[in-house]
């Protein structure tokens, strides 16, 4: 019978430190062993890379949205302005430049501006004169003042051969001059409560206490044939404007209505008048526009027809000129009497 292995150290006996070497060679085979069998994946380790830019702490992800296809905005044009396109108008029978100005509503010196070569004291029938487009008014613009108190008289409305209406009216005050006289007149008919509204203005600036102002209006046969509303005719006329008549020194000039002479045609409808305009000497300056109004009445009072003349020529202080005109009664009423106005200016 063998005797056990004895290991004998230093000490002359086991040594637990050798003892505790070989175990651990003996747990190293068995692990070696055991790891041969089972293949493992490789580790990899995520690579930090520091950012250049840190990111915005609210917008976590940017999206780039695919182009839609929009719609065309409307582009807004400007409306252009209206352009004052002058008219042509054919001289009629018996017309005169300040019916033509009164029935387009423009006034004497625009038309005659338009018109550098036509002499207002002779028209020919069938001639073509350009109506220039009526000029803005300030009354847009500034306040119309309270008019003075001015007398009207019922319009006379004459269909005249063309199939318009002439619309004539007088304003009158004994105690007051004025300025700038204007009324509107109103034409009304049968089937309708509406009407036709034509401004009448004054053929003279100024008017003088005592004296009777013409006015007129037209109205052209279009507009009737456009009227909501049927003949018999009837119309009322509302003063609208009539300044004061103030600071007038310098302004207005001392005209005299010299030699007079009123020739009426044998069925007193029509008249012929001479005379002759003197610039007082005592006048503080040359006239450079002189007008003279002649007006036609009838029996009641109502105003017949008028016209108005300008001198062809100023006057110097103590200078005269002759005029001669012929006028008619629209309605071929004879003519009861004629009124004369003057009026001169710088």
């Given at each position: 019978?063998k005797?056990?292995?004895?290991?004998?150290?230093?000490?002359?006996?086991y040594?637990s430190?050798?003892?505790r070497l070989i175990?651990g060679l003996?747990l190293?085979?068995?692990l070696?062993i055991?790891?041969?069998c089972?293949?493992r994946?490789?580790l990899?380790l995520?690579?930090?890379?520091?950012?250049s830019?840190?990111?915005?702490?609210?917008a976590?992800a940017?999206?780039?949205?695919?182009?839609?296809a929009?719609?065309?905005?409307?582009t807004?044009?400007?409306?252009p302005?209206?352009?004052p396109t002058p008219?042509?108008?054919?001289v009629?029978?018996?017309?005169?430049?300040?019916?033509?100005?009164w029935?387009?509503g423009v006034?004497l010196?625009?038309?005659?501006s338009?018109?550098?070569?036509i002499?207002?004291?002779?028209?020919?029938?069938g001639?073509q004169?350009?109506?220039?487009?009526?000029a803005?008014?300030?009354s847009a613009?500034?306040?119309?003042?309270?008019?003075l108190?001015?007398t009207?008289?019922?319009p006379?409305?004459?269909?005249?051969?063309?199939?318009?209406?002439?619309?004539?009216?007088s304003?009158?005050?004994?105690?007051?001059?004025?300025?700038?006289i204007a009324?509107?007149v109103r034409l009304?008919?049968?089937?309708?409560?509406?009407s036709?509204?034509?401004?009448?203005?004054a053929p003279?600036?100024?008017?003088?206490?005592?004296e009777?102002?013409p006015l007129a209006?037209?109205?052209?046969?279009q507009?009737?044939?456009?009227?909501?509303?049927?003949?018999p005719?009837?119309a009322?006329a509302?003063?609208?404007q009539?300044l004061?008549?103030?600071?007038?020194?310098?302004r207005?000039?001392?005209?005299v209505?010299e030699?007079?002479?009123?020739?009426?045609?044998p069925?007193g409808t029509?008249?012929?008048?001479?005379?002759?305009?003197?610039?007082?000497?005592?006048?503080?300056?040359p006239?450079?526009r002189?007008w003279?109004v002649?007006a036609l009445?009838?029996?009641r009072?109502?105003l017949?027809?008028?016209r108005?003349?300008e001198s062809?020529?100023p006057l110097n202080?103590?200078?005269?000129v002759?005029f001669h005109l012929e006028?008619?009664?629209?309605?071929n009423?004879p003519i009861?009497s004629?009124?004369?106005?003057?009026?001169a200016?710088p």
């Open positions: 019978m005797s056990p292995l004895i290991l004998h150290g230093t000490g002359g006996c040594n430190s050798m003892q175990k003996l190293g085979l068995i070696l055991t790891t041969a089972v293949q994946a490789p990899v995520p690579t930090l890379v520091k950012p830019v840190l990111p915005s702490r609210t976590v940017t999206l780039t949205p695919q182009p839609m929009t719609q065309p905005q409307a807004l044009t400007a409306v302005t209206a352009t008219r042509l108008h054919t009629a029978l018996s017309e005169t430049l300040l019916t033509i100005a029935r387009y006034t010196d625009a038309l005659q338009a018109n550098p070569e002499d207002p004291n002779i028209l020919i029938v001639q004169i350009i109506i220039p487009a009526p803005p008014t300030e613009v500034n306040p119309t003042p309270t008019p108190a001015l009207l008289t019922p006379n409305c004459i269909a005249d051969a063309g199939g318009g209406l002439w619309c004539l009216l304003a009158a005050n004994p105690q007051t001059g004025s300025e700038n009324a509107e009304f008919g049968s089937g309708s409560s509406e036709l509204n034509r401004l009448a203005t003279l600036n100024r008017y003088l206490a005592g009777t102002m209006v037209y109205f052209t046969s507009e009737l044939k456009d009227a909501p509303f049927l003949p005719y009837q009322e509302v003063l609208v009539a004061p008549l103030a600071n007038t020194q310098g207005y000039l001392p005209l209505l030699n007079q002479q009123t020739d009426l045609t069925d029509g008249a012929q008048v001479n005379g002759e305009l003197v610039l007082d000497a005592a006048s503080p300056a006239a450079s002189i003279l002649v009445y009838g029996d009072g109502q017949l027809g008028f108005r003349w062809p020529q202080p103590g200078e005269r002759s006028l008619y009664s629209l309605d009423t009861k004629v009124v004369f106005l003057t009026e200016v």
